[in-house]
């Protein structure tokens, strides 16, 4: 997985972000919640345009195709969580699977927005500041390799969004109910 952690770092580094990108491969015990996380990047294309290792993925999806569909749609919709909207008791895990060809974050973030690749944010529409830190921390923290997965703890009784720090169009809403079965 260095080559997918050296092209994010290169691919952020680009977008301006000092990065330095860390992975786990956790498994726990208990009450899970899968989220898949699903690009489909062709890696011709897209290794192409950006650098070697953008994508380890097989995906259909031309880089060209992502950055037209993006200028108008504002989205990709190949390029999401899944489910987008879940709710969970209290106690479960979430088993995070980066089904894709591409580095993505899942990160916390109070409000949906814009996200930390200026230039995917300006594609896609979204304007403003990032909703969420764009450090080095952050991304070592929520980012996961293509083709990796990560077991988060459980979280508090409560609703959290979810947001792709790279990808600001994959969001995901998790309701975290009070009891346990």
């Not at 952020?12 to 956790?26: H, R």
């Not at 591409?102 to 979204?126: I, K, M, S, Y």
């Not at 988060?152 to 346990?180: N, R």
């Amino acid at each position: 997985m260095k080559v997918a952690r050296s092209a994010a770092v290169a691919a952020l580094t680009m977008f301006g972000v000092a990065v330095g990108i860390g992975s786990a491969d956790a498994r726990g015990g208990g009450d899970t919640e899968r989220i898949d996380i699903r690009d489909d990047c062709d890696p011709v294309t897209f290794n192409a345009a950006l650098f070697p290792g953008a994508c380890i993925g097989d995906g259909d999806t031309t880089f060209e195709d992502l950055v037209e569909r993006l200028q108008d749609r504002g989205f990709h919709g190949a390029w999401r969580f899944n489910p987008d909207d879940t709710d969970v008791d209290t106690g479960t895990k979430l088993r995070l699977v980066n089904r894709g060809g591409e580095f993505h974050t899942f990160t916390p973030v109070d409000r949906f927005g814009p996200g930390c690749a200026l230039d995917v944010n300006e594609l896609a529409g979204f304007v403003g500041d990032p909703v969420m830190p764009c450090t080095e921390e952050m991304f070592i923290n929520t980012g996961i390799d293509a083709k990796t997965s990560q077991v988060l703890a459980p979280l508090p009784v409560g609703t959290h969004l979810f947001e792709c720090a790279i990808h600001p169009w994959m969001q995901t809403t998790i309701t975290v109910k009070g009891h346990h079965h």
